[in-house]
């Protein structure tokens, strides 16, 4: 018996003693910070991965074409939901890129069930560009849509870019 309780007392001596062991040093890593629109305010986001090779490397991100693999079906039926969210990106960077949904606040306090940091490319080109103006959201796009002035085409290329908070 006193063996079992010497026994019990050295495991929870060494699970206490793990517990409370802090990294010797910090470390810290720099990601690119960019900026893009959602509901016309700026918001601010990292890209790490990209399923599209060529993009990756142009943004610095990791290669990750399994992040095809969250691409439904389509059609899709409207009431499935899935990880991926739309991101609307203008070719040759004619502007930053919207986001029709942010955490709301940014951080553990988000109460948006609408945002997912993985996103779904679907590329804005203007039919005249000498028309082209800023479009600051979601529903500026689809209205210029509407006005025959934009078209949008879904791509397959997925993007992990979560938002985060202002520098």
Same mark, same amino acid.
């Given at each position: ?26 470390t810290t890593h720099t990601l690119p910070l ?27 991100? +990791?290669?990750? !074409? ?50 997912? !940091? ?41 993007? +992990? ?7």
């Open positions: 018996m006193k063996l079992k309780i010497a026994l019990l007392g050295l495991c929870l001596t060494v699970l206490t003693a793990c517990s409370s062991i802090q990294p010797s040093a910090k960019q900026t893009a629109w959602y509901n016309g305010e700026t918001v601010y986001y990292v890209t790490t991965d990209v399923s599209d090779q060529a993009m990756a490397k142009d943004m610095g991100a +990791n290669y990750a !074409p399994r992040l095809r693999d969250a691409i439904p079906n389509y059609p899709k039926p409207p009431r499935q939901k899935t990880v991926l969210e739309r991101v609307y990106g203008f070719p040759q960077g004619v502007q930053r890129n919207v986001f029709p949904s942010a955490p709301q606040p940014i951080g553990h306090e988000s109460q948006s069930s609408l945002y997912s !940091p993985v996103w779904l490319m679907y590329l804005v080109k203007w039919v005249n560009p000498v028309e082209a103006y800023e479009l600051t959201s979601e529903s500026a796009i689809f209205s210029a849509e509407a006005k025959g002035l934009v078209t949008i085409e879904r791509t397959n290329i997925v993007v +992990n870019c979560p938002i985060v908070n202002a520098p």
